[in-house]
Every structure is written in structure tokens, then in C-alpha cells.
């Protein structure tokens, strides 16, 4: 009896402790988010003066954290929103896709000028011109990625789900709310994690952005490197890694495994096989008190709420009557009306550079976009060698999964940049020329989108298919060939696709380079599009960013778009 007392008094004192530690975290939470405001309406100064001291970084991290954060919430109402459009109907998917793959295959330096301008004369007097400016670079380097997932996912619903949808009268927000998002959300949450991971690849840029001698930085991580990059300070450079590691490997143990954890329950399957994932802090969430009490008031007054408004399903049979299509075409004509007037002045404005490009450039531009073409069907090409086996292994190994999900997520989200003078001097030691070197630069950037698309299609085959493989004694090359690259093949082509958006935006820091003081550079459109950018040379920055745009309209028309309808029509797991 008195053991039965001692334990349940030390499991009242763990909720206890449990419980005060979660209201100590939004306490945190909401004074980091006051301190973040103050920050915005704090004066505008011509020039920030970074701090280099090592007890600098936690403020400067969270900065970026803070950035990285709000871009992401800023990409995923985009993805559902675009991504449900573009899944739902078949003219708009004819725009909307190519338009979504011309963008993520834009470089950063192609948005940032322009972007900045604007913001700041928007918001002369302040700082959240510079701050948004800087939130909507990060998101432009996430969203691609994640709604060509969710496009992908929604294509690939089964069949029969939408059958029983239909039967039951599902209202457009049900369906929306119970299959279609409930349907892509492993797949989504692993894309987050490869998006927010390629939100800091250009972080450096961003957040320590110069343009004519004028210098629009930002305290932040990466402000912090790029200044001890450019003193060459080696202390500096070091303590901003270690402070780079361990922000990601805390956002990875407090967010995204318990996400990984808790997206297991929209796996589509009959047979429950293996230990599931597990994560410490979804274990600490499941023994608070406070949470289980807030949960227990919510279902209790969505209950009480439902009892008292009997009616409550009659705007649902409007909506799903006419009410939402009507105001779905009044949005979409009010859309179309502005996206009209915003092209017609955009190609004004666009036609006036152009003339200014002769004949010689434009030829320059062709031979250069081939180049950077070649290194980039390189590049994915490395990829998917190492990345469709380590991704199959450790999507379906919740062992493996958890040992090296950390490892993975460590290694993809940090800047990639930065390695490129530690990986060009040991290749240069061995004599590669430079232009496979850029090759290889851009591989390191794009290779963690097939890798986290691999993982994520890995993880979503039902265990229901690995139970018959087994009753058939399918092993081996056989299952890899009958199972596993089937099933993946959808999320494969996800992935080549934001890869390949990926390596050539890194084509312009892989293909110019500074090293030790020298400037290494390759023929290729990268090289270009800097040169340009540097020079302030705006009409070759347009001809080569749209250079680049049409080199990925007429790729998405004669490569992806052919992927994506084989792997819907005889590679999906649900036809």
C-alpha cells in the first residue's frame, strides 16, 4: 500500500513538473514574440553592425528561427490553397503548374533586388519592410517543394475514397478537411522538413543582402556567417556552425519528429505491422494534465455547440448546393481581372528591358543555358543513385528512421554554401575541373528533396502490400522491382521536379565561386545571372532569369508532365 501511495505521489509530481514546463515554454514563446514586434517597428538604420561574439548567436538564431518560421505558415496556406485549385481543376492545372515550376527554378537573386526596393519604400521608417522582404525570400525557397507535394498527393487519392465522399454528401470543406488533407499528410510533413531545410540555403543572402553600395542586412545567423566568412574569422565561423546544429537538431526533436509521429495516423492501411515511431516529447504532451483538461473543455463545448445549433447542417447543404462554387468563381473572376492588369504592366515594363539585350547576349544566354542544363541532369542524376535505396531503407525501417532521421535533417538543413570552399579544395586537390565541380556543388543542394520525397513514399506503402509480398516470397530484387520503385515512383517525380528547381537556383553560388580570396567561375547561366546582379545590369538579369523560366516551361511540358500522368495512371498505388 504505502509503494502504491509513493509511486502514484511521484506520478502526480511528474504531471506537475510536466505541466509547469509547457506553461514555462509559452511563456517563452509569447515573450519571444513581443521582444520580434519590437524588433519590426524599431527604426530603419542604413547599416546593421554584426556582433561576432559567440554570445551573440542565440539572439541572432532565433531572429532567423523566427523568419524561417513565419515563412513557413506563410508557404503552407499557399500550398493548400494553390495546390487544392490546381488538383481540382483541369484548365487551371494547365497554368498553374508550369507557373509553380518556373518559380521555384527562379534564383533568389532573380526576386531579391526588386523585392527589397519595393519593401523598403513601402516601409521607409521602419524595419518591416527589410523583415517581410527577407520572410518572403525564405518562402520562395519552401513553398515550391511543399505544394508540389500536396498537388501530388491529392492526385493520387484512392478512388474509392472519393466514392464514399460523394455517397455521403460530403460538404467541399468535409472532403477537403477529412480526405484530402487527412489523404497527403505524411507526404506533407515530410516536404515541410526538406522546406524548411532549403529555407536556409540562401540565408546568407538574405539576411545580408548589399545592392549599389547600399547595405540592407539583418541581424541574424546568417548575417552572422556571412560577415565571418567575409573576415575570414575561422572562431566565428565555427561557433556559427555549432550554433546551426544545434537549432536544427532542436527543431527536429521538438516539432518535426512528434509530427512524424503523429501523421502515422493517416497511414492508409489494414495491417498494423512493426513499432511505430515514437518521440519523447509526444510521451511528456500525453501525460500533461493541463493539455488533457484543455482538450477534454474543447470537445465538450464543440459538443454542446453542436447540440445547441441543430441547423448547423443546412449551410453546409448550401455550400455544397451552389453557395461555395458561386463564390469560388466570383474570387476566381476578381483574381483573374487583377492577375490581367498585372501582366499587362508587368510585360510593359519587361518588353522596355528586353530591347536592350542585342543579338550577342542572347546567343551567350542559349550556350549558357545548355551548360547549366547538362550540370543539372548531372546533378539529379547522383541523386537518385544514393537517395532512392537509403530512402526506401529507412522509410520502411522505424529503427533506421529513428537513428538517422536527426542525421538527416542535421545534414539537410544546413547551408549547403558553406561546404562548397571545404568540398571545391578537395576536389582541386585531385584536378577536377571546375565545371564538374559546380555539377557536384549543385548535387549538394538538390539531393535532400529526392531523398525527403523517397523517405516520404517509403513510408506511405501500406504494410498491408509488404504482408502479401511476403506470403508470395517476393524478396529481394524482386520487391525492389514489384513493390518499392512503383510505389515510390510518384513521390520520385515530386522530388526530381523540386530538385531540379533546386539545383538551378544553386547554380548561381555553384558555378561562381570565391575561394581563398579568388573568384572560380564555369560557364553557365548562374554565372550570368551573378554577374549580372553584381554589375546592376537589369536587362540581362531579366533575359537570363527569363531564359531560365522558358528552359522549365518546355522541360515541365516534355518531361514532368508526362512523369506525373504515368505515375497517376499506372504507377499509383490507389488506381
Not at 374 to 385: I, Q, W, Y
Not at 448 to 475: C, K, Q
Not at 504 to 512: F, K
Request: hydrophobic fraction near 55%.
Amino acid at each position: 500500500m504505502k509503494f502504491s501511495r509513493s509511486a502514484a505521489r511521484s506520478a502526480r509530481f511528474e504531471r506537475l513538473g510536466i505541466d509547469l514546463l509547457l506553461l514555462g515554454a509559452f511563456g517563452a514563446l509569447v515573450s519571444g514574440v513581443v521582444v520580434l514586434a519590437g524588433r519590426w517597428h524599431a527604426p530603419i538604420r542604413t547599416a546593421v553592425e554584426i556582433d561576432l561574439s559567440p554570445l551573440a548567436l542565440p539572439g541572432y538564431t532565433l531572429l532567423s528561427l523566427s523568419r524561417g518560421f513565419a515563412a513557413y505558415l506563410l508557404s503552407l496556406a499557399f500550398t493548400l490553397v494553390y495546390g487544392t485549385v490546381a488538383a481540382h481543376s483541369k484548365r487551371a492545372e494547365k497554368v498553374m503548374i508550369p507557373l509553380l515550376d518556373i518559380g521555384q527554378g527562379i534564383p533568389v537573386l532573380g526576386f531579391l533586388p526588386g523585392l527589397v526596393l519595393g519593401m523598403v519604400a513601402l516601409f521607409p521608417r521602419t524595419n518591416v519592410g527589410l523583415e517581410l522582404a527577407c520572410i518572403v525570400m525564405i518562402f520562395t525557397a519552401q513553398v515550391w517543394n511543399m505544394t508540389f507535394s500536396f498537388y501530388g498527393s491529392l492526385r493520387s487519392i484512392p478512388a474509392e475514397l472519393h466514392e464514399v465522399a460523394r455517397l455521403n454528401r460530403f460538404s467541399w470543406w468535409k472532403r477537403f478537411r477529412t480526405v484530402e488533407v487527412s489523404a497527403s499528410v505524411i507526404g506533407l510533413v515530410w516536404n515541410s522538413m526538406m522546406s524548411m531545410a532549403g529555407g536556409w540555403f540562401f540565408l546568407t543572402v538574405n539576411e545580408a543582402f548589399t545592392l549599389g553600395g547600399r547595405d540592407f542586412r539583418l541581424p541574424g545567423i546568417g548575417s552572422y556567417m556571412s560577415v565571418a566568412i567575409e573576415r575570414g574569422d575561422t572562431r566565428a565561423i565555427f561557433w556559427a556552425i555549432v550554433a546551426m546544429v544545434l537549432m536544427i537538431l532542436a527543431v527536429d526533436q521538438l516539432l518535426w519528429r512528434p509530427l512524424v509521429v503523429w501523421s502515422e495516423r493517416f497511414r492508409i492501411e489494414e495491417i498494423t505491422t512493426g513499432r511505430p515511431p515514437t518521440s519523447w516529447v509526444v510521451t511528456l504532451l500525453r501525460k500533461s494534465r493541463l493539455l488533457r483538461r484543455l482538450r477534454r473543455t474543447f470537445r465538450q463545448a464543440r459538443r454542446a455547440a453542436a447540440q445547441a445549433a441543430p441547423a448547423a447542417a443546412p449551410p453546409e447543404a448550401a455550400w455544397a448546393a451552389g453557395a461555395a462554387p458561386v463564390a469560388l468563381r466570383v474570387l476566381t473572376v476578381a483574381a483573374g481581372g487583377a492577375s490581367l492588369a498585372a501582366c499587362a504592366w508587368g510585360g510593359w515594363k519587361l518588353v522596355s528591358l528586353l530591347v536592350q539585350v542585342d543579338a550577342q547576349k542572347w546567343r551567350m544566354l542559349a550556350l549558357a543555358l545548355l551548360s547549366t542544363a547538362g550540370r543539372t541532369a548531372l546533378a539529379l542524376g547522383l541523386a537518385v543513385l544514393w537517395t532512392v535505396p537509403v530512402g526506401v531503407l529507412l522509410g520502411r525501417s522505424p529503427v533506421w528512421s529513428r537513428r538517422l532521421q536527426p542525421v538527416v535533417q542535421t545534414a539537410a538543413s544546413f547551408p549547403a554554401p558553406m561546404l562548397y570552399p571545404l568540398v571545391t579544395g578537395a576536389l582541386l586537390l585531385f584536378h577536377v575541373p571546375f565545371g564538374l565541380i559546380a555539377a557536384i556543388l549543385m548535387f549538394l543542394g538538390a539531393q535532400w528533396y529526392v531523398l525527403f520525397n523517397v523517405l516520404a513514399g517509403a513510408s506511405a506503402i501500406p504494410h498491408d502490400l509488404d504482408e502479401a509480398s511476403d506470403v508470395y516470397r517476393v524478396t529481394g530484387r524482386g520487391r525492389w522491382t514489384t513493390l518499392y520503385l512503383p510505389s515510390i515512383f510518384p513521390f520520385l517525380v515530386t522530388g526530381l521536379i523540386t530538385a531540379a528547381g533546386g539545383a538551378w537556383n544553386a547554380s548561381i553560388v555553384a558555378e561562381t565561386l570565391l575561394y581563398r580570396g579568388k573568384t572560380m567561375e564555369t560557364f553557365g547561366l548562374g554565372t550570368l545571372i551573378t554577374r549580372a546582379t553584381h554589375d546592376g545590369d537589369f536587362p540581362l538579369l531579366t533575359a537570363g532569369v527569363l531564359t531560365m523560366s522558358f528552359a522549365l516551361v518546355l522541360l515541365n511540358r516534355t518531361v514532368w508532365r508526362r512523369l506525373y500522368r504515368l505515375a497517376e495512371t499506372r504507377y499509383s498505388l490507389n488506381r
